[in-house]
């Protein structure tokens, strides 16, 4: 009972984050048809319900929801990764097209989300809602990692001038380290991620899909 209560909670406060972020966006882009000033005005809102996502790795681990940790960890490292790493400390990464698209994915992606969980838990759930929970990530994911490899993209000439985080020899542990072809490194990865976690979630839509379509039968 109270797990359900806490999960609940959970659920609603990142729904209502997320909407907040959607409404932030979008305001902002159409008002001022730039994305000058959209990090400084989504800022706060996107590290905290980002950043807070992390819980839900734990969630897997302790059993709360039976979802792998592994597959949920790897969607969510990478979308910390990128508002702290590099929007956060890389300015150019701020007006790239990058934030745009992860600020046009992300929002929309998890208020289907959570509000899909939050009807499940009611125990309604329309089938509308379940199609567009299974559905949206067809478009939603790729875009999503597009602006997430952009940003690291935007990154790259910043990282290899300024050299942020570099370690360079000689020194005491005589280690070296490029945050450039960390990045690049980075961005490599999204080439085996991608079809790995899109082919998994497809499998997720037609486990899900097929079975609602059955009941209805």
Request: glycine letters at 6%; one cysteine or more; proline letters at 6%.
């Amino acid at each position: 009972m109270i797990g359900a209560l806490y999960l609940n909670l959970y659920n609603t406060f990142q729904l209502s984050g997320w909407a907040y972020l959607f409404f932030l966006t979008w305001s902002h882009v159409l008002e001022k048809q730039s994305l000058e000033g959209l990090w400084e005005v989504t800022e706060g809102p996107l590290k905290l319900f980002q950043t807070a996502m992390i819980l839900e790795v734990l969630h897997c681990i302790v059993g709360l929801v039976r979802s792998s940790p592994v597959t949920t960890a790897m969607q969510i490292v990478s979308r910390v990764f990128i508002t702290w790493a590099m929007l956060d400390w890389i300015p150019e990464t701020r007006t790239g097209p990058g934030i745009m698209f992860c600020l046009a994915a992300w929002p929309l992606a998890e208020m289907v989300r959570y509000l899909y969980y939050l009807a499940n838990a009611l125990g309604w759930v329309p089938y509308l809602l379940t199609w567009c929970r299974y559905s949206f990530f067809l478009v939603l994911y790729p875009a999503g990692v597009l602006g997430e490899t952009l940003s690291c993209y935007w990154a790259l000439p910043y990282c290899r001038d300024h050299r942020p985080l570099d370690v360079t020899m000689p020194n005491p542990l005589n280690f070296t380290f490029s945050t450039y072809y960390v990045l690049v490194a980075i961005m490599t990865l999204y080439i085996p991620g991608l079809p790995f976690m899109y082919t998994y979630m497809l499998s997720q839509r037609k486990k899900v899909l097929g079975a609602t379509k059955t009941k209805k039968q």
